[in-house]
């Protein structure tokens, strides 16, 4: 399969990106891929560092000519999100990306591409090992764990990089140029609960919702896309209200940044209440499924009768659980009030899960305010707090302020469009771009950020547009070539 996807154009590009996909490179497990990287370095004789937290910054001269521009920064990073389909087979810490052309785009086959951001660090590497690409003096800076917590970009010390411009290949659309963007926080909201024995006269359901489409917890965060986590806790919110459910367990979603597609919870109702519970059940899922009916059409809602389990949850904490959930929000919290459709302070209920006596829920908060950002933090905190929950702020990153100023941002403005004819989308997006962190320890830095277009990033939907590839790389080589003399 992924030897058809060396021949697109630019070959150079998807060379480089089938090789980087054949490497595993997971989050937090990224010596693979930091080793795959170094050895890129070396063998083009180029100057390839590793810092201490494991970022990879490979430097190039400038190109004949162009010795006296100003150094820059390409910055990308190595780590993939993990997801896949509940019927494809595939281990993400052994196996390589397997890929398809569909039409116009590259997508994966029941997984995640790699995309966001492996297209980003394909075109880095195609600069680097070029003879015959105008540029000025290259520092490429690969980041690690970029899509679990940021920790690559806050662990870059001051002194690696001397770029006075920074390129960030991270985002998902082709006509727009970054200069801003979200910033986030993980709230983690956990409480213990007394395992009960299961009450006789009981019969045992599971509930799986699936086949939502997921997506970026940032970017697809304002779409209204189904939360598997929260219609789970909807119908289960029912069944306790009306006919004593008891929750045994709960595996809901999966990644911080993603929109939960999943979730799976195990049960048990009274006996005498098994058809009305069967019958209300089923119109709730039918009303889901029609308030749904325009954006996921493939929503699958499961009731299945099982084996009665040994222990279910204390009906003090199940209450308090099931109607925190309830309260906390989950999607826009409000929009910006200065840039027009950006969302400004958003939460994503990403992972539900009730086990052997603990539950936990983890939650992602984006904000392009910091006060804002610390305002739902704790909104969200407060919900579960009432409820008995011990909670954790933890991850904090800063986002990226916008600088219409910008001297990188102007030059890029103009050659969009004198290169295509139309005026490219400047705009901040709700995304956790890396910028904001690297801007704390390199603030005279001028940043910009821009990418080829990306469909369904951290979904196993997640597609690459090949013609978009060529358009953003063209544009990429149109920017080297104009990057401002020093001084």
């Known amino acids: 399969m992924n030897s058809e996807i060396r021949n697109l154009e630019p070959k150079v590009i998807w060379k480089n990106f089938s090789d980087l996909n ?66 494809t087979v595939f281990d993400f810490d052994f196996e390589g990306i397997k890929m398809l052309i569909e039409g116009d785009w590259v997508t994966a086959n029941g997984t995640t591409l790699g995309a966001d951001n ?27 764990d970029e899509e679990t917590g940021m920790t690559g970009a806050m662990g870059l010390k001051a002194g690696f990089l001397d770029g ?56 697809d965060i304002h779409k209204g896309l189904g939360n598997a986590n929260k219609i789970m806790n909807r119908v289960l919110f029912n069944g306790f209200e009306h006919f004593g459910l008891r929750i045994s367990e709960i595996n809901g ?50 009731v299945t009768a099982i084996k009665a389990p040994e222990k279910v949850m204390d009906l003090g904490v199940q209450e308090g659980f099931i109607k925190s959930v309830y309260t906390a929000l989950n999607g826009v919290y409000r929009m910006s ?47 579960f707090e009432l409820s008995g929950f011990e909670i954790e702020l933890s991850g904090s990153y800063p986002g990226w302020q916008p600088n219409i100023n910008s001297d990188i941002l102007k030059i890029m403005d103009k050659l969009y469009e004198k290169i295509h004819g139309e005026k490219a989308k400047v705009a901040a997006c709700h995304a956790g771009l890396e910028c904001g962190i690297l801007g704390q320890n390199y603030p005279e830095m001028d940043m910009i950020s821009f990418g080829p277009t990306i469909l369904g990033a951290h979904s196993p939907d997640e597609r690459a547009s090949i013609s978009s590839t060529q358009k953003f790389w063209n544009f990429l080589l149109e920017t080297l070539k104009s990057i401002p003399l020093k001084g």
């Open 22 to 87: 054949a490497v595993p490179r997971p989050s937090k497990k990224e010596e693979r891929v930091i080793a795959f990287m170094v050895d890129f370095g070396k063998k083009l004789h180029l100057e390839t560092v590793v810092d201490s937290v494991g970022n990879v910054i490979i430097k190039k001269p400038a190109s004949n000519g162009m010795e006296n521009r100003k150094t820059v920064v390409m910055q990308s990073h190595l780590d993939m999100v993990h997801q896949k389909n509940s019927d």
């Open 118 to 144: 492996g297209l980003g660090v394909a075109a880095i590497m195609s600069v680097l090992e070029s003879t015959t690409i105008e540029h000025p003096a290259i520092e490429a800076l690969f980041t690690i």
């Open 164 to 219: 006075e411009i920074l390129l960030n290949l991270d985002t998902e659309e082709d006509d727009e140029i970054g200069m801003g963007c979200a910033g986030g926080i993980d709230v983690t909201a956990t409480r213990n609960y007394t395992e009960e024995t299961t009450p006789n006269n009981t019969t045992a359901y599971s509930i799986k919702v699936s086949g939502l489409n997921g997506g970026h917890s940032g970017m």
């Open 253 to 302: 979603g999966s990644l911080r940044n993603a929109i939960p597609r999943e979730s799976i919870a195990h049960f048990v109702i009274d006996t005498v209440s098994k058809e009305p519970f069967l019958f209300e059940t089923n119109e709730i899922i039918n009303n889901i499924k029609n308030e749904f009916s325009s954006l996921e059409q493939n929503l699958s809602i499961e």
């Open 337 to 383: 009030p200065d840039i027009t459709d950006l969302v400004e302070t958003s939460n994503n209920i990403a992972r539900v899960i009730v086990k052997d006596g603990a539950i936990k829920v983890g939650c992602l908060t984006r904000s392009s305010s910091e006060t804002g950002k610390y305002d739902l933090a704790n909104a969200i905190r407060s919900a």
